[in-house]
């Protein structure tokens, strides 16, 4: 995904303009990042990509269903410790973010053209030789799973699994 020279410059910025608060919560047992420079710092170091989770936290129903169904789920839990470095993007309507979160939020929204919650972009963010440049590298996009009920965590799974291995 190419992204314009604005966008990138207004990226970098955000990134490198110091530590968002709370760069870090474990909810379910599972570390997710706020912060995307602190889970680009981890996912360099891992060599896993960032599962990015655009979500209304205080409004969204199809994101608490997808937290329930899928999020929460043991199989979810499993393959996220093994596979990716855990991102949420938050849009809540109830309470007001830090002015940097809501921006940098706000800036990978527009970056990936997220239209609707929930949404999961999983991506890589890689730094130039020199460190000043960062460049996005989205590896696929998912949703709420289409499968009958009770299946929802492995149709998830099986749909990430498939973009991990290139075939989007």
């Known amino acids: ?11 970098i910025c955000l ?14 047992g599972l570390t997710w990042y706020t ?12 060599k896993k990509p960032i599962f ?29 410790a093994k596979n990716v470095i855990l991102l949420e993007l938050d849009f ?3 309470k007001k973010l ?5 921006q940098q939020n706000a800036g990978l929204q ?8 929930p949404t999961i972009w999983i991506f890589n ?3 130039d030789a020199t460190g000043s440049k960062m460049n996005l590298n989205a590896l696929g996009s998912l949703g709420y799973p289409q499968s009958e009920p009770g299946k929802e965590v492995t149709a998830f799974l099986d749909n990430a699994n498939n973009i991990l291995k290139g075939k989007k």
Do not use: Y
């Open 1 to 11: 995904m190419h992204f314009n020279k604005l966008f990138i410059a207004t990226f």
């Open 15 to 28: 990134l490198f303009c110091g530590p968002l608060l709370k760069a870090q919560e474990v909810k379910n």
């Open 35 to 46: 912060d995307a420079n602190a889970a680009a710092e981890v996912s360099n170091k891992t």
């Open 52 to 80: 990015g989770f655009f979500t209304g936290s205080d409004w969204c129903g199809w994101c608490h269903k997808l937290d329930a169904v899928v999020l929460s789920k043991p199989e979810f839990k499993a393959w996220a």
């Open 92 to 94: 809540p309507r109830n």
């Open 98 to 102: 830090p002015d940097a979160l809501a």
């Open 110 to 117: 527009q970056a990936f053209k997220v239209q609707g919650f």
């Open 125 to 127: 963010i890689e730094k």
